[in-house]
């Protein structure tokens, strides 16, 4: 079975902190994107990655980074958390975009 | 630019009863279209995708789709719903290659008993 591994579940941070969400996937996927959900907005995709230390940005890029330094690991970086950022945060990846995407569980974030 | 619209974020429907969520699409080139579903503290799963050939597809627990290029349309189909179906459903679109996927707004369904 294909594996998406969303480091944290559930994460509480405190306004102004940087935060790191980590994201692992096994089946050498070449794309793998960040998403974020939140009621009534579906999923906005934030950044994704079609390479190794390639990255695009999404929809709802600011405030976010993103790092693949490895093809199997796509990090996503809250600079300076705030709280507007406090959603359900999926990772994702896809062998190709003709091809279905694979999801974590998502990490619910709260920035308090 | 690709967009996809879903314009029914609940459907409540009876168990046993039929059901067809809807999903409108817009893009400038061909695509790929998905329908994805979501159970409570979960991420998501593939129930069925459209690549290309013939326009009616079969998922997964019972779901068909129909693809139709000129009504731009994905709807979702079961013609007998469980109560295990009630989750959050959303519809995906991809124009291929390294694009990326754009998913609607999710709909969700609420099955009564």
């Known amino acids: 079975d294909v594996k998406v591994t969303q480091s944290s579940r559930y994460l509480v941070k405190r306004t102004g902190e940087k935060v790191f969400l980590e994201c692992v996937q096994d089946m050498d996927h070449e794309n793998m994107f960040w998403y974020r959900q939140d009621p009534g907005l579906g999923l906005r995709l934030i950044y994704f990655?079609?390479?190794?230390?390639?990255?695009e940005k999404g929809d709802i890029p600011e405030g976010y980074s993103v790092s693949r330094e490895k093809k199997e690991r796509f990090s996503l970086i809250l600079e300076s958390a705030s709280t507007n950022q406090t959603s359900m945060y999926l990772c994702?990846?896809?062998?190709?975009?003709?091809?279905?995407?694979?999801f974590g569980q998502g990490t619910r974030l709260t920035v308090v | 630019a690709q967009s996809v619209t879903q314009l029914d974020s609940q459907v409540p429907v009876f168990e046993e009863a039929p059901v067809e969520l809807r999903c409108n699409y817009s893009?400038?080139?061909?695509?790929?279209l998905f329908w994805y579903v979501q159970y409570p503290n979960q991420g998501l799963q593939l129930l069925l995708k459209?690549?290309?050939?013939?326009?009616l597809v079969k998922g997964i627990n019972g779901f068909e789709a129909e693809f139709n290029k000129s009504q731009t349309s994905f709807h979702l189909r079961k013609p007998s719903v469980h109560i295990s179906d009630t989750a959050e459903y959303f519809c995906?679109?991809?124009?291929?290659?390294?694009?990326?996927?754009?998913f609607g707004t999710g709909t969700k369904l609420q099955v009564i008993p």
């Open positions: 893009s400038s080139v061909s695509v790929y």
């Open positions: 994702a990846s896809s062998f190709s975009g003709y091809t279905e995407a694979f």
């Open positions: 459209y690549l290309s050939g013939s326009t």
């Open positions: 990655s079609y390479d190794v230390k390639m990255k």
């Open positions: 995906a679109v991809s124009s291929g290659g390294y694009q990326k996927v754009t």
